[in-house]
């Protein structure tokens, strides 16, 4: 983040390349301006749902650590 803030996320495969496509379209000129990223197991307290927005123009950078599940 462009404020020095730096978020973690545990996310799938498929979640991943969904970022990047949205990442890759809003680069090029199209798309929303925020993204929402699924907090899944991380759900604390009495909510049914959560999730974080991730705001393009505060993006610095993001790296994808793969892991194996074995």
């Known amino acids: 983040m462009n404020t020095g803030l730096e978020k973690e996320f545990e996310l799938s495969m498929e979640e991943v ?3 990047i496509t949205w990442y890759e379209k809003k ?3 199209t798309g929303k301006a925020s993204y929402a990223i699924d907090k899944h197991d991380n759900n604390k307290g009495p909510f049914t749902n959560r999730k974080d927005y991730v705001i393009f123009d ?7 650590d793969e892991y194996s599940a074995e």
């Open 17 to 19: 390349n969904s970022f």
């Open 27 to 29: 680069q090029a000129g």
């Open 58 to 64: 505060k993006i610095l950078t993001f790296s994808v």
